[in-house]
T-cell receptor
C-alpha cells in the first residue's frame, strides 16, 4: 500500500530552467513532509521539509508547496543546475510517528 | 566527522547463508533506522531504534533481526538469506526522529544468489 506516490519516474530539464517535482499522498494523518536527494552510490541527504501548518517553505533555490486539500506537494528548483541531477524522494510522516513513508523517487537530469 | 558508516559496501550471499550488516554513527543520535530500497521503489523501513536497548519493527521486518547495545551501533542481521532480500540497505540516524534531518550511510548493496 503505497501511501506516498511520485508518479513521474524521471524528469529532464535544461540548465537554468525550473524543475517541478510532484508528490501525492493518501494518508490524511500525514502532517510533515520532507524531500531527500540521492546521488548514485550515496545515501539520501535531507533537502527541505514542510509542516502541514504551512503551505510553502523556501530554502535558496528550493521551494516546497503543500496543498492539503488535494493531498499534494511539489518541489520547485529554480534555476536548475547540473549538480541537481539526482534522484529526489518525497517522504511523509504522521503525528507522533518516528517513521517516514517514502515515494519511489523521481530521477532529475539537468541538461547543459 | 564520519557521520553514519555502513559496512560492507557490497556483498554476495548464497541462499541460506547469514550475515550482519554493520552500522555505526558518531553523532550521538538516539534514533537509528534500517531501510531497504528495491529497484523502482521507495525506501521501506525494516527496523528502528529510539535508544540503546530499544528496538521495534518497521514495515518489512521478516527475515531480519537487530540489536542496539550502544548508542553508536545498530547492526542488522540476516538469517537464512533469500533472493527476495536482494536489495540496497541504508542505515540512518537522527537526533529527534525522522521529522528532523536524518543522516544516511552510503548503503550496502546485497545480492542473494
Amino acid at each position: 500500500d503505497q501511501q506516498v506516490k511520485q508518479n513521474s519516474p524521471s524528469l529532464s530539464v535544461q540548465e537554468g530552467r525550473i524543475s517541478i517535482l510532484n508528490c501525492d499522498y493518501t494518508n490524511s494523518m500525514f502532517d510533515y513532509f520532507l524531500w531527500y536527494k540521492k546521488y548514485p552510490a550515496e545515501g539520501p541527504t535531507f533537502l527541505i521539509s514542510i509542516s502541514s501548518i504551512k503551505d510553502k517553505n523556501e530554502d535558496g533555490r528550493f521551494t516546497v508547496f503543500l496543498n492539503k486539500s488535494a493531498k499534494h506537494l511539489s518541489l520547485h528548483i529554480v534555476p536548475s543546475q547540473p549538480g541537481d541531477s539526482a534522484v529526489y524522494f518525497c517522504a511523509a510522516s504522521a503525528s507522533n510517528d518516528y517513521k517516514l513513508s517514502f515515494g519511489a523517487g523521481t530521477t532529475v537530469t539537468v541538461r547543459a | 566527522n564520519a557521520g553514519v558508516t555502513q559496512t560492507p559496501k557490497f556483498r554476495i550471499l548464497k541462499i541460506g547463508q547469514s550475515m550482519t550488516l554493520q552500522c555505526t554513527q558518531d553523532m550521538n543520535h538516539n534514533y537509528m533506522y534500517w531501510y531497504r530500497q528495491d529497484p523502482g521503489m521507495g525506501l521501506k523501513l525494516i527496523y528502528y531504534s529510539v535508544g540503546a536497548g530499544i528496538t521495534d519493527k518497521g514495515e518489512v521486518p521478516n527475515g531480519y533481526n537487530v540489536s542496539r547495545s550502544t548508542t553508536e551501533d545498530f547492526p542488522l542481521r540476516l538469517e537464512l538469506a533469500a533472493p527476495s532480500q536482494t536489495s540496497v540497505y541504508f542505515c540512518a540516524s537522527s537526533s529527534v526522529g525522522m521529522k528532523t534531518e536524518a543522516f544516511f550511510g552510503q548503503g550496502t548493496r546485497l545480492t542473494v544468489v
